[in-house]
């Protein structure tokens, strides 16, 4: 079974600065993909940034980027130069395959709140 | 190209009462999830379908809950006989095909449900 661990209930971050949310996971699949996704208050899931097991390098999309530490099992995602429409929660989540069209396993989520 | 939509995006129920949801994907896509997510959680995997087939339920699937997509292009998810623990907020996502370039899902914004 898969499973994720987010230990940050919620985080205050200065608008501008850079934001670390963790991720841990668990699985015993070689081959496995990880997503972070944003839920704002209006409730839609936003994908950001995905990275796949055998990636080599980490995955970066504009101001987000995916810090994955294979051996320790974390995915944790980077914003850099926040923003106030950053404010809202973020999950972690896993597929069981390479490829994200098997059911994904998500965390319970960090909610992340910019101050101005 | 239009998103993932769901039809009703809320629905207040007394206990007891069957209720329906519904699921628009994004056209292309051939596969098609459910998940569930209660307040404070991560949403959690109900099934899945790949064109009108379901491929996997979540033991969190009762008896009570069936899902259908037949003709391989929107889907429904009905709940009979409601309970007061199935008050959640009802995603459906939706993904194209495994040898697309992207890897993520794409979810709708979700039916709440509340059981009185």
């Known amino acids: 079974a898969q499973k994720i661990t987010q230990t940050q209930p919620g985080m205050f971050v200065q608008e501008k600065e850079a934001v670390t949310l963790d991720c841990t996971y668990d699985t015993s699949d070689p081959s496995y993909g990880l997503f972070w996704y944003k839920q704002p208050s209006s409730g839609e899931m936003i994908f950001l940034i995905y990275q796949g097991s055998y990636d080599q390098q980490n995955a970066t999309e504009g101001r987000y980027s995916l810090n994955f530490q294979k051996a320790r099992k974390s995915a944790n995602l980077v914003i850099s130069a926040s923003q106030l429409g950053d404010s809202a929660m973020y999950f972690c989540?896993?597929?069981?395959?390479?490829?994200?069209?098997?059911?994904?396993?998500f965390g319970t989520g960090t909610r992340l709140t910019i101050i101005p | 190209d239009t998103g993932v939509s769901q039809d009703p995006r809320h629905k207040i129920t007394k206990r007891g009462q069957n209720v329906t949801f519904r699921c628009d994907p994004i056209s292309e896509h051939n596969r098609l999830y459910w998940y569930r997510q209660t307040l404070g959680q991560g949403p959690e995997f109900l099934t899945y379908?790949?064109?009108?087939?379901?491929?996997?339920k979540s033991r969190l699937l009762s008896d009570r809950f069936s899902a259908e997509r037949p003709k391989g292009s929107f889907s429904t998810l009905e709940i009979q006989r409601t309970e007061q623990g199935d008050s959640a907020m009802y995603l459906c996502a939706s993904s194209p095909r495994r040898t697309s370039a992207t890897y993520e899902q794409y979810f709708g914004p979700g039916t709440r449900l509340t059981v009185t």
């Open positions: 989540a896993m597929s069981r395959k390479f490829f994200g069209n098997e059911k994904l396993t």
């Open positions: 379908f790949q064109n009108e087939a379901q491929l996997e």
